[in-house]
């Protein structure tokens, strides 16, 4: 069971927009609308961001948007600010009947 | 505020048992699927399973299918995962996490992590 693959890292400056990728196969991201998106701070538990492709959880900021086309989902930050540092994990939901993992990307603020 | 909340962290050596706990609050053992996820230090998440403790119905990702076991206490409003010999690659950090109302793939409360140590 492959994981999905992010960058390994993006930068940005505050106030920017910045998009992260992951991309998976037919069998995960391209054949379910069941794409999350977790944010991670050092030492902290993950905190749900996006679900469902495009949802967001009460509480979570509108800067915050998912997308997905074919095989890859995208996290879209806008009005990027300094808390926003952190690394971000995409997972879908699997053909096999579970659940799979991106590897991670480290947003860095500039 | 729905919380979990999951044992302390543990030191053990290989071959060893172990059994670790996550404490829910309100419904969230009778409404909603509780997973586990590995996080090896320095490494991304990893899902191991999830466990429906209204009924136990449990699945497991093939990759920790025989090696862990998920189960829960729906009582005591707690999940366990549990491996009866420990190897030096368990060691990481195991979060449980609750899915959201009426889904198993996407996690809205996290328990704060369990870490475990395994060497000789």
């Known amino acids: 069971q492959s994981a999905l693959i992010h960058p390994a890292s993006v930068s940005g400056s505050p106030g920017q927009s910045i998009t992260i990728s992951c991309t998976g196969t037919?069998?995960?991201?391209?054949?379910?609308?069941?794409v999350s998106w977790y944010q991670q701070h050092p030492a902290k538990a993950p905190k749900l961001i996006i679900y469902?492709?495009?949802r967001r959880p009460s509480g979570v900021s509108d800067r915050f948007s998912g997308s997905k086309s074919d095989n890859t989902a995208s996290l879209t930050i806008s009005g990027l600010q300094s808390e926003d540092e952190a690394v971000y994990y995409c997972?879908?939901?699997?053909?096999?009947?579970?659940?799979?993992f991106g590897e991670g990307t480290k947003l860095t603020v500039l | 505020d729905v919380q979990l909340m999951q044992s302390g962290a543990e030191v053990k050596k290989p071959g060893e048992s172990l059994r670790i706990s996550c404490e829910g609050s309100g419904d969230t053992f009778t409404r909603f699927w509780i997973a586990w996820v590995r996080q090896v230090p320095g490494k991304g998440l990893e899902y191991m399973g999830i466990i429906y403790p209204a009924d136990s119905e449990t699945k497991y990702s093939p990759s920790f299918q025989g090696q862990v076991t998920i189960s829960a206490d729906r009582s005591l409003r707690t999940a366990f995962l549990h491996w009866s010999s420990l190897k030096a690659s368990d060691t990481a950090t195991y979060y449980c996490?609750?899915?959201?109302?009426?889904?198993?793939?996407?996690?809205?409360?996290w328990g704060q992590g369990t870490m475990i140590s395994v060497f000789s």
């Open positions: 996490a609750r899915a959201i109302l009426g889904g198993t793939d996407a996690f809205d409360i």
């Open positions: 997972s879908s939901y699997s053909s096999t009947g579970t659940l799979v």
């Open positions: 469902d492709v495009s």
């Open positions: 037919s069998n995960d991201i391209g054949g379910y609308n069941f």
